[in-house]
């Protein structure tokens, strides 16, 4: 089998079909890790703020591969303690990367939309991969919340509705962020699934990420920018990872929920819960959100 051809057959499969080869996969990649590339760019969250949208048009950018089937690997957040060699098994071989002819280098990404918010993973991916750049898509924190409480319902992490899922938020959370920066094998489901408001306080996220990263080496993109109904947006973010423009389209919108109306009064409460992290991250941005326009 060619060295090119294995990291893409499973993309084509159907979803039971791909969980089933996965150990399989897995352990081959394991094997080989060593000749594996690791990421040249990551798509870092927000989550529920379009990452699957990107990554799939990304994907699309015949100078552009992601990991072995899946979208993100989780590996700087909750799958550290399996090592580099673990990571690497997600990634094609790094022949099968090279430019041929008038073809460009292939570079590897990968989107884990929790990177953004796991208070280590900024370190870690600074340590791992000291020149890979990386990609966050902000959106409006209060729509985020509500998009993520529905996505953790759909799969099960959540049993309380909206309102109350949101008063539990502090009590669920407390110490959570104390035990992962202790235990750097520490998982925290709560952390992981139930940080509707928290995970909106995109500032001092950004600032956790630029202080190990630099901020030359981030791109923050505007959701409403990103799905304005052009390709604007994305030819950008294909500049600032040194990609060539991939092929005609704008970017879909993938991974969308159904929702009930959010009602007003909590829509109202929670847009004052983000108005001063608002305000210092149009500072820190040097931009107004799209969301307090």
């Not at 819960?273 to 931009?287: K, N, Q, V």
Request: hydrophobic share 35%; with cysteine; net charge positive.
């Amino acid at each position: 089998m060619p060295e090119n051809t294995f990291p893409s057959l499973p993309r084509r499969l159907a979803g039971p079909a791909r969980r089933a080869v996965l150990p399989f996969v897995d352990a081959l990649g394991a094997v080989t890790g060593p000749g594996r590339a690791l990421p040249d760019f990551l798509i870092c969250g927000a989550q529920r703020s379009g990452t699957t949208s990107l990554f799939k048009s990304l994907c699309r950018n015949p100078a552009a591969t992601g990991p072995v089937l899946r979208k993100g690997v989780h590996y700087f957040d909750t799958g550290y303690h399996r090592g580099a060699n673990r990571y690497r098994a997600h990634f094609p071989l790094r022949a099968s990367l090279r430019a041929r002819g008038e073809a460009p280098r292939v570079r590897a990404f990968e989107s884990s939309p929790y990177y953004l918010f796991h208070p280590l993973a900024a370190e870690r991916i600074a340590r791992d991969l000291p020149q890979v750049r990386v990609v966050v898509i902000l959106r409006d924190p209060v729509e985020r919340a509500y998009s993520a409480h529905a996505h953790e319902h759909a799969r099960g992490f959540e049993t309380e509705p909206f309102a109350r899922a949101v008063e539990l938020e502090p009590a669920r959370l407390a110490g959570e962020e104390d035990k992962l920066r202790a235990d750097p094998g520490y998982v925290s489901h709560s952390h992981q699934h139930h940080g509707y408001v928290a995970r909106g306080h995109y500032v001092d996220q950004l600032r956790r990420m630029e202080g190990h990263l630099g901020r030359d080496r981030m791109y923050v993109v505007d959701y409403a920018d990103l799905f304005d109904g052009t390709d604007r947006e994305l030819r950008r973010i294909e500049g600032f990872l040194d990609l060539p423009p991939g092929p005609d389209g704008v970017p879909g919108r993938h991974n969308a929920r159904k929702r009930t109306v959010m009602p007003e009064g909590l829509r109202a409460e929670l847009t004052e819960r983000f108005a001063e992290s608002d305000r210092r991250l149009a500072l820190w941005w040097g931009r107004t959100p799209s969301w307090r326009t």
